[in-house]
């Protein structure tokens, strides 16, 4: 079935359908759920095929391809493929409307009067009529049966076309086009059969054709509709004559509508209120209003209306419309229809003029309730449609029988409710957040309460001005009591109206600058829905804390760590715009204190292992991947350390491997064993984070409400004219404490004045205290610089606080660069009162070198009043205060992540981690603040020697050469390279060259975050680019680490290579020079070895190419294949030589066992019985004799290898120093191709050392620590033209040469002595 928008809305109607920015006959064409017109069906065969099984006309290969839309001429139904079809039967009475809108009509028979109107109901292609009917007010009766639709459709009812309803006006005989629409299916009207009873439905605008202007409801219609199969119709059709023949019958009524009160009204006024009134309408009668109610958003009426009309049958009768009218527009702003039959009490009055209820009736134990008229409900406001406006009226509706149309009835009694005496208590605590008015601020408010009575009398109470201690957040500090009227019925309370003006000019300019509403009904102490205030009495501790399950968290090694917002889980959370951000920024607070950073704390990467009733907090101590940590070239080489949890036990972990594997490979044994010296170090846990809960949201979210009440106070108007669009804001909320007590009626004394233990000396007498805020981290911080070349955007970030008017604290000169994630670990001091300036404001700003100002990144607000005056909040943390005098520690509170927020979005724009003490003088003076700072950060320097190369592929092709010289860097750094190997030959490179990087150590510094020393080789090219040979990384982090906290240097392959000595040596070193294990470090020790590998490192310059012909992969194939064939054959030459090493060393171990068994015990069985001891004690001191000259000959050897180490002839691998194996990722064959190894050197120390120790760059002076001697195997000047020919272009180019000069010298020898050879030849000849 097609459904789109209303036929010739795309041509003769081009104009319409565009309202509210919409192109509705787009969208209805878009969406047929939403669409207003039935457009035909189409006749869909569809199958589902498996892959394999598709027909062949739809395969390209083995996948499936797409069919291009099409055109095809429509021909006849070919009813073989239809589905099995029933038939069906439509009917429907068309009863009566209202509210139905009103035409001027173009008849001259009819001029100034309203338009006929008229229904058309739609199924399919078929559609039936009725009459045209006039329209009296909205209101228009029918009472027609219209034509029966009969016909075929499928079986299948959810395959049947909708019905459609449709009111149109009618001018003579031609039909306008429908201003509104009913659409239901018929499986609904299929499931009610043709028994159902008839309904009202609510029409809809058809916005394709926008007959309708804006506001003007599309009208109720009550229809009896029904639709079944046509043998069910007989059974129901007498049944449908006689209720038409009933529609048509009258009883005359007296309909009574008590209107009492409305609330929640849309504003249309500047000042935030409207002048509002009601007006009913039914069947056709003029609208009858109620008086208007001025300037208020919560108008009360208590007004009954009187409209005698004559009725059919209740389930016919037209609905009761109640619109609530702005006075000064005549606007619409909301209404709600009454059903009588279902809404309305019917009564029949006696001669004696008492009733008797005759429906709803009553129940066999009910009475006749005592009462001058029935029980009132609230009732939802509509504009066109439920919930698209906001408000309730407060009514009932009682329908009186006459005996005949001219009875008179006795006038309605008075609604005003029975009342009893009470006395509203407010606690006027003071206003908080007030924004300026036309553009300036706030000078003296003052607030005003008026509870209005119903005779139209009001109570009124007002505080006094203030302007203390800003005018933006004034206190009154008062105690108002009202004496006044509640009525006994809970329901009819009025509310309490705030209107908050400013004194100007002296009191001759005092405008309204905010209104508000109190609602009484849950504060009423004999209202069913009355609760009882304990917010000041509730008192919790930690362990009640803990128990509340949502914001809190016990992280552990597969937690997310605590720095995650809890906005990503939900989206954008639920935002505290409660937390007003004031713009006016005035009066008094001290000068604050900035703690002083302190050494003596290690580190704040810490864990809490709490007792089994508390939290336990672990705490990662890397920063999560998904974090944007501000860092440069090496962001894709975070450092996520998963396994290892700072705390107060040791970190005696191996994590496998020196670095995190990014690319494939087998894994090898643990490498960390390797490292010299005791890696296993204490990091102190902070004492601020001992036994101190973690929040994942903030703290209000958690602990009860607030002890004080809040209400918004507003302006403006929210709905638009064609001067002035919508301008409704939040202007500010007031502060306080209301309640309601009973009075005695005849002592006049107070009852249930003992309802809440408040201390109303401490709310209304200032006190001072200090303020202490704990700054810790921001997380997730909303860049407010774009990034460039495609790079996230950062934040300069720093903190700025403010405490009432004053800016405590404003640490812009230590702003933090390039970060979202920012750690700040700061304490503020500072002094207020309370209550008085308690909004403290706490902003995270970019920092901007070039603009007019820094950039707000986002605001918190925390409200100290709320968290002083409540027990539950005090309470927390108490038993874990220490006075003992040493070790002072004050309550510990729980830390919080706060979010933050600007006024011009409701997007969370970060979080900030936080918490704060309040204190008082004498606490402020005990106990001292917590040491929450950083230890200091040290000055290191990496030290990086690169001895040589090995079995690097050549990417001279030609040559089979590399200008061979390796680069490398860290975070931070600037890149450092060796000096070049020109003319490097058979894969070996020599260099001694010494990198220094100078680095600094702390907490989440760029290099701790990031600890990569990034290593590369290449080959200098001077024609064209030069060419990456392969790359590699290691992760410095725990090595950097263990620098930092121990203070000492660290050297990362100490004890390997070097010479060993036969029996000494130890394991370490064996397992660094043992070949079967590479000798150094394995793949899975290395970051990013692919030059262009799915998992490369992104600094790989993408403008470095590879080889790509053919031929040159071939020779790199052969190139590789033949070096791994060479550490093959190395191998088991390497293997060979150990294993005969080792059965030498078993023989002579079995000798001399055998000779000390011989002195020992005077021979062995074997020995005395064959009578060789002599020759067994013999050759024991041969054996003896042997190892002693071994240990000789090494010692002479070692002695000329370190010789030649000197001097730069030796060839074994220097001391501390270990082989990194290169690699590439090749993605044809998806493996990792071996690309040749560097021999290296890594010491990490602080500078102090480093500077008692000095070391030139390169080989430069002073040449020490260690000393480099000059490289080997370099390109040196020769007169002899075939060495240099074999230097420059490699042996087998000068190979080549070689043999075409002897082939050019024989030719050219055999040209130029022709002559002689001729006569050699012609004298040989003669002589034979």
Known sequence: NLYGAALGTGASISDFGLRYGTNWTQHYNNFPDHASTYKGRILVEQHVYNRDQLPEKY??????????????????????????????????????????????????????????????????????????????NGATEWFQHLDSIEEEYPHDVDQCPDVFVYLSKAEGNSVRPPCSFYRCSTKMLMERGFGYGPVWITLREDL???????????????????????????????KWEQNLKHMTHRTPFQLRCHLFQARHLTATEADGTLDAYLAVSFSG???????????????????????????????????????????????????????????????????????????????????????????????????????????????SFELLAKTTPDQQLSDPTSLEPSTRPAVVDIVALGLRGLVPYQQMSIQLPYTKFVLPKTGGDTDTATTNRSKKPTPADPNYLQHIRMDVEIPEKPIFASPIHITVRDVRLGGFIEPVIGTGTIYLDDKIPWSPTFKKSTKFSQEWSLDDLNSAAAPLTANTDDAEPLSESPATEAGVSETKHDETIPTEISASADTPTIMEASTTITTTEAAVEAPTAQLEYLVKKQTPVEADTGAGVFGALLHVNKNELAG??????????????????????????????????????????????????????????SPFETYDLSLGSKVGTLLRDPDWRITGKFKGIVRVFRKDPITKEVLDDDQDDIDLMRLLKPQGYKIRLYVIRGVHLTPMDPGLMGAPGKSDPYLRIDLGKNQVFNDRENYIPDAVDVDLYKVIEMSTELPGDSQLKIDVVDYDDIGFSDDLIGTTIVDLEDRWFSRAWRKLGKDKRNETLGSMRFDVKPLELRRLFTKTSAQEQGQLECWVDILTPAEASTFPPDDVSLPPKLKAEVRVVVWKARDMVNMDTITNMNDLYIKCQMEDTEAQCTDIHWRAKGGK???????????????????????????????????????????????????????????????????????????????????????????????????????????????????????????????????????????????????????????????????????????????????????????????????????????????????????????????????????????????????????GRICMSITIMPKSIADIQPAGFGRSEPNQHPYLSPPTGRLYFSLNPFIMGSQLCG???????????????????????????????????NNF
């Open 648 to 705: 107060a036990r040791k970190t005696k972990h191996r994590k496998k491997g020196l670095v995190s594997r990014l690319l494939g490979g087998d894994e090898e044994d643990d490498f960390s064993d390797l490292i010299s010296g005791d890696d296993d170090y204490e990091e102190a846990e902070p004492e601020w984070r001992k036994d101190r809960p973690i929040l994942k949201s903030e703290l209000e979210e958690t602990l009860p409400d």
């Open 208 to 238: 394709s054709l926008d007959q309708l202007s804006e506001g003007i409801y599309p009208g109720s219609v009550l229809l009896q509709i029904g639709m079944g199969y046509p043998d069910e119709w007989e059974k129901y059709q007498a």
């Open 989 to 1235: 490179g020599s260099f001694n060259w010494r990198m220094k990087f100078d680095v600094e150590l702390g907490h989440n510094t760029k290099v701790m975050r990031f600890p990569h020393l990034k290593i590369q080789a290449w080959d200098q090219d001077i024609i064209k680019w030069n060419d990456m040979i392969a790359e590699a990384g290691i992760d410095l982090g725990r090595y950097l680490r263990k620098c930092y906290h121990k203070r000492q240097a660290v050297k990362l392959f100490e004890g390997m290579g070097g010479i060993s000595k036969v029996g000494g040596g130890s394991k370490k070193q064996a397992k660094a020079n043992d070949p079967t294990k590479k000798g150094g470090l394995e793949i899975d020790e290395i970051v990013g070895q692919g030059m262009d590998g799915e998992e490369e490192d992104p600094l790989n310059p993408a403008a470095v190419p590879t080889p790509k012909e053919d031929k040159d992969k071939k020779l790199l194939q052969k190139r590789r294949a033949e070096l791994n064939a060479r550490e093959e054959r190395e191998r088991a030459r390497q293997n060979k030589k150990k294993n005969k090493k080792k059965n030498i060393q078993d023989d002579g171990k079995k000798k001399a066992q055998c000779g000390y068994c011989w002195k020992a015990l005077a021979g062995c069985w074997y020995c005395c019985c064959a009578g060789r001891g002599k020759e067994v004690e013999a050759t024991g001191a041969d054996t003896k004799e042997e190892q002693s000259k071994d240990l000789e000959d090494q010692d002479t050897e070692a002695f000329i290898q370190q010789f030649k180490e000197m001097t730069g002839w030796g060839d074994t691998d220097p001391k501390d120093s270990s082989w990194l194996y290169l690699y590439r990722f090749d993605h044809e064959t998806g493996t990792n191709e071996y690309m």
């Open 1291 to 1325: 042996p087998k180019i000068c190979a080549q040469l070689t043999s075409c000069l002897i082939c050019l010298g024989v030719l050219a020898l055999a040209i130029f002595c022709q002559p002689a050879l001729n006569a050699l030849v012609f004298l040989f000849c």
């Open 59 to 136: 395969r390209s290969g083995n996948h499936a391809v797409g069919i291009n839309p099409f055109k095809r001429k429509v021909k006849r139904k070919d009813r073989k493929h239809e589905p099995p079809k029933q038939r069906y039967r439509l009917e429907c009475i068309a009863i009566c409307g209202s509210e139905l809108p009103t035409f001027s009509s173009r008849n001259i028979h009819n001029i100034g009067g309203n338009s006929r109107m008229q229904l058309m109901v739609s199924w399919g292609r078929y559609s039936t009529i009725s009459q045209s009917k006039p329209n009296n």
């Open 285 to 395: 009668l003029d609208p009858q209003p109620t008086e208007v109610q001025r300037e208020t958003t919560d108008p009360t009426f208590y007004k009954t209306i009187v409209l005698d009309c004559a009725l059919p049958t209740l389930h016919y009768a037209p609905l009761v419309f109640i619109s609530v009218k702005d006075y000064s527009t005549d606007r619409c702003l909301g209404r709600f229809g009454v059903n009588l039959a279902t809404d309305a009490i019917v009564s029949r009055v006696n001669s004696d003029g008492t009733k008797i209820r005759i429906s709803p009736p009553l129940g066999p134990d009910e009475e006749e309730p005592d009462e001058k008229f029935p029980m009132p409900r609230w009732y939802d406001l509509m504009r066109e449609e439920v919930g698209d406006t906001e408000g309730q009226v407060l009514a």
